[in-house]
């Protein structure tokens, strides 16, 4: 299947810097790509939807200025949080789909961030 | 997006079939419906979609009713590795269509 990939794995920072969070999809282009975020023993929730070439859809109740996305290319999509605070620490997912009809999301395999 | 039901957990011994139930009455009828799985600490894994008839892969068989309120995940003959978080969610096709994840059947494979 269709590969996405995210990088890094795992990130600490230090509280009030920012990090960057890569998506990308290795084997196809993707005009949207989604991101999530997941607290422990929690389910995954959407934070945005992320367009190629326009402003990202973000969810009610996430903070665009924080959670800054850019969508440069068909492949890749970066996540920034800005300005970390420990309450940020989380596990971020980002998803894509190929563009043909009725086909499945592909995942990649998520960042830890950690702020302390 | 349809909202969908799923029992909280279940256990299932090694080596027999796994069935996860997924209620979504409120479904329509452009609706597919999708299974994925979280294994810990990794991101969501696809396993199978379906809009009306049964499917079946090389993973699971995907049993949907035929008033497509409810449907059924089968894991033929569960191992431990099969133990994960299973996702039944409901969407519109679409490429821009997002995925909404509810809560989810934790599923324990016992030895």
């Known amino acids: 299947g269709a590969v996405v990939s995210q990088h890094p794995s795992w990130v600490i920072c230090k509280s009030g810097t920012s990090v960057k969070i890569e998506c990308r999809s290795l084997?196809?282009?993707?005009?949207?790509m989604f991101w999530y975020r997941q607290f422990p023993k929690q389910s995954l929730m959407l934070m945005a939807t992320?367009?190629?070439?326009?402003?990202?859809?973000?969810e009610q109740g996430v903070e665009k200025d924080k959670f800054l996305i850019n969508h440069a290319s068909l492949t890749l999509s970066t996540l920034t949080v800005t300005s970390a605070h420990p309450e940020d620490s989380s596990f971020y997912i980002c998803?894509?789909?190929?563009?043909?009809?009725?086909?499945?999301?592909?995942f990649g395999q998520g960042t830890r961030l950690t702020v302390v | 997006d349809a909202k969908t039901t799923q029992p909280t957990s279940m256990d299932c011994a090694e080596g027999r079939a796994a069935n996860l139930p997924c209620n979504h009455s409120t479904i329509s009828g452009n609706e597919y419906v999708y299974w994925y799985r979280q294994i810990h600490s990794q991101g969501p894994q696809y396993i199978i979609h379906g809009l009306k008839n049964n499917e079946t892969n090389e993973m699971a068989s995907l049993i949907i009713t035929e008033d497509r309120k409810s449907s059924t995940l089968i894991l033929p003959h569960a191992t431990l590795r099969d133990t994960a978080v299973y996702y039944c969610i409901v969407r519109v096709a679409g490429v821009g269509n997002q995925f909404y994840f509810g809560t989810g059947t934790s599923l324990t494979v016992i030895p």
């Open positions: 998803s894509a789909r190929p563009p043909r009809a009725n086909t499945e999301a592909f």
């Open positions: 992320s367009n190629e070439g326009s402003k990202a859809t973000y």
């Open positions: 084997d196809f282009q993707a005009t949207t």
